[in-house]
Nanobody, 115 residues
C-alpha cells in the first residue's frame, strides 16, 4: 500500500522557520517528481514547490527565496524548508507524487504563522 506521510507543521511566529517532511512508503519514488501544495481556509489548493527526479526545482512566486524543496531518495523522503514565514503562509500543507490512476497525497500538516 502506497502512503505519503506529512509531518513537521506547527505554530510559529512571523519570521520563523519550519521544515516539513514527506515520508513515502510502498513504492520507490526516486524516479518521480514530488511536490508540496497548500490550502488555506476558503481558498483553493495551490502548488507551492516541486522537484523533479533529477533535482530541478520550481516555486510559486509567493515563496521564492524563502522556501526550499529537496529530496533524499535513499530515505524515499521529500522536504520543504520554510524560512521567513509570513501569516499568509498559514495553511494545510500536502505532499504529492504521481500515481495511477490518480495522484498520491499525504494527509496534510497544519502550518500556522502568527503575526
Amino acid at each position: 500500500q502506497v502512503q505519503l506521510v506529512d509531518s513537521g507543521g506547527g505554530l510559529v511566529q512571523a519570521g520563523g522557520s519550519l521544515r516539513l517532511s514527506c515520508a513515502a512508503s510502498g513504492r520507490d519514488f526516486s524516479l518521480s517528481a514530488m511536490g508540496w501544495y497548500r490550502q488555506a481556509p476558503g481558498k483553493q489548493r495551490e502548488l507551492v514547490a516541486a522537484i523533479t527526479s533529477s533535482g530541478s526545482t520550481s516555486y510559486a512566486d509567493s515563496v521564492k527565496g524563502r522556501f526550499t524543496i529537496s529530496r533524499d531518495d535513499a530515505k524515499n523522503t521529500a522536504y520543504l524548508q520554510m524560512n521567513s514565514l509570513k501569516p499568509e503562509d498559514t495553511a494545510v500543507y500536502y505532499c504529492t507524487a504521481p500515481g495511477s490512476p490518480r495522484r498520491y497525497w499525504g494527509q496534510g500538516t497544519q502550518v500556522t504563522v502568527s503575526s
